[in-house]
């Protein structure tokens, strides 16, 4: 057995990977844990980058947050801006509540991505640490 996308590949032996550094209480590890497949090649792959579709269930929420607070803040700033005087609207009053929550929201989504890139970093981690045999 070998691996097939490792550079110390040979089917005549029944090693996982014909890594001459390797100890042969160590490929016989890597055969228990991995079978045919190098840990090698396996450790790898997972340290590609890919950023999740779904996130995490906390920077989601988050974000959604964001996107209520600019809605409510633009809202707010248009009932202002027609309250202070009861004839014409005052920009100046609608501008400040306008510009406060593209503030606020940007903030938001800053932590929402901060939340998402940390739960990849732990993902990656977590495959990184479960693809290694345990010494």
């Not at 998402?116 to 693809?131: F, P, V």
């Amino acid at each position: 057995m070998g691996c097939a996308e490792c550079i110390y590949y040979d089917l005549s032996k029944e090693m996982v990977c014909q890594n001459n550094e390797l100890s042969k209480e160590m490929k016989r590890e890597m055969i228990s844990q991995y079978g045919e497949k190098c840990p090698f090649c396996k450790v790898e792959k997972s340290t590609d980058i890919k950023v999740s579709s779904e996130g995490n269930f906390i920077g989601n929420i988050i974000e959604k947050t964001a996107y209520i607070i600019f809605c409510v803040g633009l809202i707010s700033g248009l009932i202002q801006g027609y309250s202070i005087n009861e004839y014409e609207f005052t920009w100046s009053v609608a501008l400040t509540w306008l510009v406060l929550s593209i503030i606020s929201c940007i903030i938001f989504l800053g932590f929402a991505e901060v939340i998402r890139l940390l739960d990849n970093i732990n993902n990656k981690l977590n495959e990184y640490a479960s693809g290694l045999p345990v010494k």
